[in-house]
């Protein structure tokens, strides 16, 4: 059981390895997706700056708070995004048949699905959600749990979006709930929740988990204490066997569209 799990781990760094060295083939594009996206989230946080040189703070957040929100945005999405993009693109595989080629081979289908390719901009996530987290002021400390939330943030949001991806098995077409879906993550996930009533909040930390992968994170940041991590470890858990559920479950229903290509 153990050897299993170890290969399938080594198999799927090496195809996310394999990955990143076909997008460096050009390195230009490669570094300017980075970059470029690296000055694209840093732009966004101007709006923040300007408001907070009026107003000291917005309910409980200060500057500080916003800046270390933006990180784990960012950090959380880069995780999710890079190591994982094809759970982001899994009602498409559905749907052209482009599993075919992944369920004939000995492989965890989950897994090899959606680490077959890397978003290199997501690369530029990660790194700017680092940028703030020094700015925000770095300990070895809060550097590790920053560290641990991001990843674990990360794999919330890639199971949301393979359960939401994997409604295609179902409905077909089921790309434009898990787009809308992402995009309420990414839109939330950067505004302090005390803007937000009641009622919204609740789904922030139910339906839409923004409230685990953005909200405790940044107090856990502020006040580090172990319980609320392990309690976000165990969400995490959660979530990881509720999208293999559903995927395995909708997978059942999968017809082969007969695409026959090959994959290197």
Same mark, same amino acid.
């Given at each position: 059981?153990?050897?299993?799990? #170890? ?5 799927? &760094?090496? $195809?996310?390895? /394999? ?34 040189? +009026? #107003?000291?703070?917005?309910?409980? /957040? ?6 270390? &929100?933006?990180?784990?945005? $960012? ?10 993009? *094809?759970?982001?693109? &899994? $009602?498409?595989?559905? *749907?052209? !048949? ?8 000995? #492989?965890?289908?989950?897994? $090899? ?9 997501? +690369?530029?996530?990660?790194?700017? !959600?680092?940028? %703030?987290?020094?700015? /925000?002021?770095?300990?070895?400390? *809060?550097?590790? =749990? ?18 939401? !991806? ?5 409905? @077909? ?11 309420? +993550? ?14 919204? #909040?609740? %789904?922030? /930390? ?6 685990? =992968? ?14 609320? +991590? ?7 858990? &959660? ?10 479950? @909708? ?14």
């Amino acid at each position: 059981m153990l050897m299993a799990v #170890k290969n399938q781990i080594k198999v799927v &760094l090496l $195809s996310i390895k /394999y990955s990143l060295m076909r997008q460096m083939v050009n390195k230009f594009t490669f570094i300017s997706n980075i970059v470029f996206m690296i000055i694209n989230n840093a732009s966004m946080i101007i709006q923040w700056i300007i408001i907070y040189s +009026i #107003k000291d703070t917005i309910g409980s /957040y200060t500057l500080k708070s916003v800046l270390l &929100l933006w990180g784990f945005a $960012s950090s959380t999405y880069g995780v999710a995004h890079f190591f994982f993009k *094809n759970a982001f693109d &899994l $009602s498409d595989f559905i *749907n052209t !048949g482009r599993l075919d080629t992944i369920l004939v081979q000995p #492989k965890n289908t989950l897994l $090899s699905t959606i680490t077959t390719d890397v978003r290199v901009s997501a +690369i530029g996530d990660l790194i700017y !959600g680092y940028i %703030l987290l020094f700015i /925000y002021g770095v300990t070895p400390i *809060n550097f590790i =749990v920053f560290t641990i939330l991001s990843i674990l943030g990360g794999l919330i949001i890639t199971s949301v979006a393979i359960i939401n !991806g994997s409604l295609a098995f179902w409905f @077909g077409r089921s790309d434009s709930i898990a787009n809308t879906v992402e995009s309420i +993550i990414v839109l939330t996930s950067t505004y302090p929740e005390d803007i937000f009533n009641s009622f919204v #909040k609740l %789904l922030l /930390y139910t339906i839409i988990p923004v409230g685990l =992968v953005g909200y405790i994170p940044v107090h856990i940041m502020e006040n580090i204490t172990l319980v609320p +991590i392990l309690v976000i470890f165990a969400f995490t858990i &959660l979530f990881i066997i509720a999208a293999n559920l559903v995927f395995y479950a @909708g997978l059942k229903k999968y017809s082969s569209s007969s695409l026959m290509n090959a994959r290197i």
